[in-house]
């Protein structure tokens, strides 16, 4: 290891050692806060339930005596994943602010802002009412309704085409490095580590993504950031948005509906036809000028996409072994290919899924 590695593996390490030592999944540490500051009343007893799922922060729910409950999250320094990752948990700043901007974009579609408190890497919101669904969960049951995909589609056209309404997005969300953190290095650059016939194709692909600023992007926009509550989606997780490519989130989230038809071979037609409703409703209800920029550049992010949740830092959990190296060579064979439009990449996807399981 050289001495520069040395010294940015010190760092970090020093990173996660100072951080507050509060731990809010600790309730006799999490209940005694909540009352020095005056956040609930001295003689509440709210009931903790810790949530998982993420791996990036420490996630509860509070039960409030009230039936108001919230969801309190901690962002964490090191993540919560079997190779080193590492991100300045300061970032949950950039999630309030994203919470607070999305309230106005797609209001009825995040939860409310409740409180911070940088200090700690705090941040509270109400917690949507039971009953809800994951819809990664529902996803998984096989259970596919194209309405829900373009909901899903037509919600990320409002985030992505927002900058028109409100030209201070740019500047707001102008600092991209926990993208960079978070999404470029893990997805794309330790995965041009690992697959090194897929360097070139990866490496170009996050030049571009660095140098377009085009629009709003939430950064994390995936099924299993999503509730469904009385029929309407809830988008949850602000972490790593910022102003940049709005094809990264087409990419990132093709590729859970991509690789669950991948992974769910009964259902497989029904998942490629969830792709073409969410990409539909996404491109029909863009704004003219990101819609023609917006398309190739959506086939890069999600061949990108689909190698990295293969081969990056943060695999798909559900994929075994031998789904992970189908993918991956299915994914190596269309990279060279002239895929300009998301119809093609579905079918050709889809066609490639047929011919290695015949």
Not at 245 to 273: C, M, Q, V
């Amino acid at each position: 290891m050289c001495w520069a590695s040395r010294l940015l593996t010190s760092a970090r390490r020093d990173m996660t050692s100072q951080l507050d030592t509060l731990n809010i999944e600790e309730p006799d540490q999490l209940l005694p806060y909540l009352r020095a500051r005056g956040l609930i009343a001295s003689d509440e007893a709210p009931a903790f339930h810790t949530l998982s799922g993420g791996v990036s922060n420490r996630t509860v729910r509070v039960g409030r005596q009230n039936g108001a409950d919230w969801v309190i999250k901690q962002a964490l320094a090191k993540l919560r994943v079997q190779v080193d990752w590492f991100s300045d948990p300061t970032r949950i700043r950039r999630e309030t602010a994203g919470l607070r901007w999305l309230g106005r974009i797609i209001p009825g579609h995040v939860p409310e802002f409740i409180f911070e408190d940088a200090k700690s890497n705090i941040l509270a919101m109400t917690a949507i009412p039971q009953p809800h669904e994951n819809w990664k969960a529902v996803l998984l049951k096989g259970q596919t309704e194209g309405r829900l995909a373009q909901s899903f589609g037509g919600l990320l056209a409002k985030i992505h085409s927002a900058a028109a309404d409100y030209p201070q997005l740019a500047d707001e969300f102008a600092e991209r490095r926990f993208f960079e953190e978070l999404r470029l290095e893990p997805y794309y650059g330790y995965t041009a580590t690992q697959v090194p016939e897929a360097a070139p194709f990866l490496t170009e692909l996050i030049e571009a993504t660095r140098a377009r600023r085009l629009a709003l992007v939430h950064g994390d926009y995936s099924p299993k950031n999503v509730l469904i509550h009385q029929d309407r989606l809830i988008i949850l997780d602000y972490e790593v948005i910022h102003f940049g490519d709005p094809a990264f989130d087409i990419g990132f989230s093709l590729t859970h509906f991509l690789s669950k038809a991948h992974h769910l071979p009964a259902r497989r037609e029904s998942f490629l036809d969830l792709a073409r409703h969410y990409w539909r409703a996404y491109h029909n209800n863009l704004t003219a000028p990101l819609r023609e920029s917006t398309r190739a550049f959506a086939v890069k992010h999600s061949l990108a996409c689909m190698l990295a949740r293969v081969a990056g830092r943060s695999p798909l959990e559900y994929l075994d072994a031998s789904e992970r190296q189908r993918q991956k060579r299915i994914v190596l064979e269309l990279m060279p290919q002239d895929l300009c439009e998301v119809p093609s990449l579905i079918d050709a996807f889809g066609a490639e899924l047929k011919r290695v399981n015949e």
